[in-house]
């Protein structure tokens, strides 16, 4: 029996990189699943067919999670098109990196209204319309738990998103919810490699025990197990999915 049958999953930023491999692993674990996207409509479909394919069910919804109606519209939807929602995953992120001294207000807000408020968002739309006895998972970052210059406010935004977290896994938990964080170390994505000259990801590779950077399908394989019903007694934690680099 696929551990997630019968569940529907709600996947913020979903289009592509490591929340496009969250639901399709979701997909192989027998979930229904929502692609949610902001802007990328053509990768968002092109994951739903990929899901579709395989013999499981995909829709794609999009929705700034920035913006508290978006967010509402968003549940609805999913809830109107499945009946239900079990389980939520915050992988919508926005990470713009400069010197605390050279950052601009914008870049500040403009990570503080995805990372922080985006999730803050959908745990306030989650506390009326997830089903009992669902399954939260919120991505913060291993940067949480390193100094690296030029990721002061983006490691800020990913602190909040661990708080936020650890209260709301007390305040929803009568109703069977666990919450939790994974905090995922350098990951091959598009979007990760994209700039990097080879001896700077190589840096990156050798800070962990592995010496190798993670892959999606690593960091999706933790979400699924968060998600099913053999981790319940896991609830307000942060679990870093980055080869023991911290």
């Known amino acids: ?5 019968n569940k529907v999953a709600l996947v913020t930023g979903s ?7 969250i639901v399709q692993q979701f997909g192989k674990s027998g979930a229904k699943v929502v692609i949610n ?4 409509k053509e990768k968002a479909e092109e994951v739903v067919h990929a899901i579709i394919t395989k013999g499981g069910e995909a829709i794609a919804v999009q929705a700034d999670v920035s913006k508290p109606e978006d967010v509402a519209r968003l549940f609805d939807a999913t809830i109107a098109h499945f009946g239900k929602i079990d389980i939520l995953v915050n992988n919508a992120g926005l990470m713009l990196n400069s010197s605390i001294k050279d950052a601009a207000d914008d870049l500040f807000e403009k990570q503080m209204n995805v990372n922080v408020k985006g999730v803050f968002n959908t745990l306030r739309e989650a506390s009326t319309k997830l089903a009992d006895h669902g ?5 913060s970052s291993t940067v949480t738990r390193t100094i690296f210059p030029t990721y002061g406010i983006y ?8 708080q936020i977290s650890k209260v709301f896994a007390k305040e929803i938990g009568s109703r069977g919810i666990n919450v939790n964080c994974v905090l995922p170390g ?5 979007l990760f490699l994209k700039g990097k ?3 700077v990801i190589a ?5 962990n025990a592995f010496n190798r950077l993670g892959t999606p399908e690593d960091i999706a394989k933790i979400v699924v197990f968060l998600a099913s019903d053999e981790s319940k007694w896991i609830s307000a934690q942060s679990i870093g999915a980055n080869g023991g680099m911290a």
Do not use: C, H, Q, W
Not at 1 to 5: A, E, Q, W
């Open 1 to 5: 029996m696929k551990i997630l049958n």
């Open 135 to 139: 399954s939260i998972i919120n991505f």
């Open 15 to 21: 289009s592509r990189g490591i929340g496009a491999e």
């Open 186 to 190: 350098p990951t091959s994505t598009e």
């Open 197 to 199: 000259p080879d001896e």
């Open 203 to 207: 840096k990156l590779a050798g800070t």
């Open 37 to 40: 996207y902001n802007g990328s």
């Open 155 to 162: 490691s800020a935004t990913k602190a909040a998103v661990e």
